[in-house]
């Protein structure tokens, strides 16, 4: 799962309730006052998808930074170990990470993220902000710091589809710089070591390579001696100002060498036995050791000691058959680090001949999601997902997996779904690209299920009640279905918004009493919502003169035949989560009965008693994006509702009015799921899965 939650529109015109009810009885009563979390373990390992790595020195030594798509780690004892420097990442997934020239002074970071941009830390990591300097959030692919001969600090950012930005104050302003750019996808940047007399800098784009001589503000194409436009990275001499030599990898056609800076290049592959280079490293100590290392894209690491001329494959062990993403040393090049697709980090400290595996403390899987049985007091089991390590299930509450993939046509799992009935049938539904699938053996094997005709689903999700049947939705991009079966049979349901991106479905508790659903979709344009009136829970006016992207959430108490909007919300995120009371009735308005939307940064409810008014409340930091709900056993005033945010968990136990903060103890303050045992509202064992894959436990000052 990519999460991209940007905060929504402070134009709201809703009721607030900025302080708590004092409500006639103690929620969920077994709940410590104090809770705190206990980091269980990750569920697929130590590890995940590595992109970018650096080595920074401060006053207490070389440290080292991964940018991962999981977030951002630092090491002190040379890549041993890592622990996590998320607070405040909108966004994850990081692309490209670099330090200030004069990182041991003012402590400044940037990251240029998938999703939001270019975020920066001025404390070393500790918390993160967001640089808004162009319109919208974008992808942001490379981003290098210099110093121009005035002293003043030159940022130059890459992005995906809209060129390089470019900023002569440190990155407190930003403009265009892509004057002679063949094309806008930009893929790597780099400066002279000498930038501050030479203002040579290096642009990657999918139509080859191009080099500035002014300091990034304009661009000229280079291609001679160049025999393909495939270009993935560049990695300058530290004398490049007096010896000239640059080495450009390519995706198909080697290694390529220059010592002119860059005006012209010569093949320089002999010995690779992989053309495809991701990574290219030239040693700080180059001058004396003319040692580089290349990473492929499935070949391992390579070696060369002379200057990049020629190389030799490096004897890695386990290291060998990996796909490389980044590289870095240290200033005496005698430990090595680098980062894997998928598996981690490994290194190496005697410079590049003996490897070891090196994640403890990184975990950068991309899981989204736990599920706790029903039976959880007597099986004991979880299952967790993600769209890279398929399914894993565990027995012993957490403390071991194994995957459970068997059957599978791949391993991106885009929904999980455990039967409200598992344990007499030992259901689970999963949502692949490839299709739904069944498994009525508690996941030692799948096979196709699903409506005849499905395409592009997204997610599954199952009414909890089970007297009468067991009711379960499947929602793809556009269509929806609904079994009352078990997933035997199913019956197609409208969507409310035929030209929207479905992006959220959920079903009552109580759906063969009530026939309630809610679905959300997406629009990039908000042109539908101009034609009908606006949803009782609409935080914004919308513009007929201005597309805007919105969310609408919409309900149907007939089963899908008609459907009412209940939410309108201009933002440009497309995560929407839901929850039902179990108790909920959507046949019952006239009680206290209600539901919870997370869109953005908001949880959002019906007033009770049927009136068409809406409660919002923002879930902790302003930019806090919520990424799931879940709500306990109890009624109303004995029941807490759970929010897993992009800043850690929040309990709110007077309906969504107040909340309440209680992270102690995550690994990382991003919390991608919650699961509550059965037992919840007698024992209060819960627990949590942070991003990256990180499982915990909620334990409490009076066990």
């Known amino acids: 799962m990519s999460i991209d939650l940007m905060s929504a529109s402070d134009s709201d015109k809703i009721i607030a309730f900025p302080f708590s009810r004092v409500t006639g009885g103690n929620p969920t009563p077994s709940v410590s006052a104090s809770p705190k979390w206990e980091l269980i373990g990750p569920v697929c390992g130590w590890g995940g998808t590595v992109l970018a790595l650096i080595a920074v020195t401060t006053p207490a030594g070389e440290h080292l930074y991964a940018g991962t798509t999981a977030g951002c780690f630092l090491s002190t004892d040379h890549g041993a170990t ?20 004069q990182f041991a002074r003012d402590h400044t970071l940037f990251a240029g993220t998938l999703g939001s941009g270019v975020m920066r830390s001025t404390n070393g990591g500790m918390t993160w902000q967001p640089i808004d300097f162009w319109q919208g959030p974008t992808a942001v692919t490379a981003i290098t710091l210099s110093t121009e001969g005035s002293g003043e600090t030159i940022v130059l950012a890459g992005t995906a589809t809209g060129g390089i930005f470019r900023s002569s104050n440190g990155g407190r302003t930003f403009s265009s710089s892509n004057f002679g750019l063949g094309d806008l996808g930009v893929l790597a940047i780099a400066t002279s070591p000498s930038f501050e007399t030479d ?81 290219i490293w030239i040693s700080p100590s180059f001058a004396s050791d003319k040692t580089v290392y290349a990473g492929s894209a499935g070949d ?41 697709h998928q598996s981690g980090i490994f290194r190496s400290t005697d410079s590049g001949n003996a490897w070891e595996p090196s994640s403890t403390g990184l975990i950068a899987r991309s899981m989204s999601g736990v599920l706790i049985s029903p039976a959880f007091g007597d099986d004991h089991t979880l299952f967790a997902s993600g769209i890279e390590d398929g399914i894993v299930k565990s027995t012993d509450e957490g403390e071991t997996w194994e995957p459970a993939n068997s059957g599978l046509p791949g391993t991106q799992i885009l929904s999980l779904a455990i039967s409200p009935d598992y344990a007499s049938d030992g259901t689970i539904l999963a949502v692949l690209a490839e299709g739904m699938f069944r498994s009525n053996n508690r996941g030692a094997s799948w096979e196709t299920s699903g409506p005849e005709g499905l395409e592009d689903p997204r997610m599954v999700a199952y009414s909890r009640n089970i007297v009468g049947g067991v009711a379960v939705i499947l929602g793809s991009a556009r269509a929806m279905y609904v079994s009352k079966d078990g997933g035997d049979t199913w019956s197609d349901v409208a969507s409310p918004a035929d030209d929207d991106e479905i992006v959220a479905v959920s079903i009552s508790p109580n759906f063969l009493q009530d026939n309630t659903l809610l679905v959300s979709t997406y629009s990039t344009t908000g042109a539908t919502r101009r034609d009908r009136d606006r949803a009782p829970g609409a935080r914004q006016q919308f513009r007929a003169d201005t597309p805007q992207s919105t969310i609408t959430v919409w309900r149907s108490t007939d089963g899908g035949a008609r459907w009412n909007p209940v939410i309108d919300q201009i933002t440009s995120a497309r995560w929407v989560t839901t929850a039902f009371p179990h108790d909920y009735r959507g046949d019952r308005e006239t009680v206290r009965n209600g539901f919870f939307v997370g869109v953005g940064t908001l949880v959002q409810r019906p007033m009770w008693g049927g009136r068409q008014l809406w409660i919002a409340e923002r879930v902790g930091k302003p930019n806090s994006g919520v990424l799931s709900l879940t709500v ?72």
Request: charged share 20%.
């Open 82 to 101: 890592w622990e996590a420097r998320n607070f405040g990442l909108t966004s994850p997934y990081i692309q490209t990470l670099v330090a200030s020239p």
């Open 300 to 340: 391992g690491l390579f070696r060369s000691t002379d200057a990049g001329r020629t190389w030799s494959a490096v004897d890695g062990g386990a290291l060998n058959n990996q796909a490389i993403m980044a590289i870095c040393t240290d200033q005496s090049a005698k430990s090595v680090v680098v980062g894997l």
């Open 632 to 703: 306990s056993p109890g009624t109303v005033w004995n029941r807490s509702v759970y929010a897993s945010t992009t800043d850690g968990i929040y309990r709110s136990d007077d309906e969504g009015l107040t909340w309440h903060g209680m992270s102690e103890g995550l690994h990382t303050p991003t919390v991608v799921s919650i699961a509550l045992a059965p037992s919840f509202d007698d024992d209060g064992d819960a627990f949590a899965l942070t991003l990256g894959g990180a499982l915990h436990r909620l334990s409490h000052a009076d066990d």
């Open 199 to 279: 203002d040579i800098a290096f642009a990657l784009t999918s139509t080859g390579l191009h080099r500035s001589t002014n300091g990034g503000r304009a661009w000229r194409v280079v291609d001679r001696g160049l025999e393909t436009e495939a270009v993935q990275a560049i990695s300058l001499s530290p004398a490049f100002g007096e010896d000239g030599i640059a080495l450009l990898a390519t995706e198909d056609a080697g290694i390529f060498r220059s010592t002119d800076r860059g005006v012209s290049w010569k093949a320089a592959s002999d010995g690779l036995t992989n053309q495809s280079i991701n990574a």
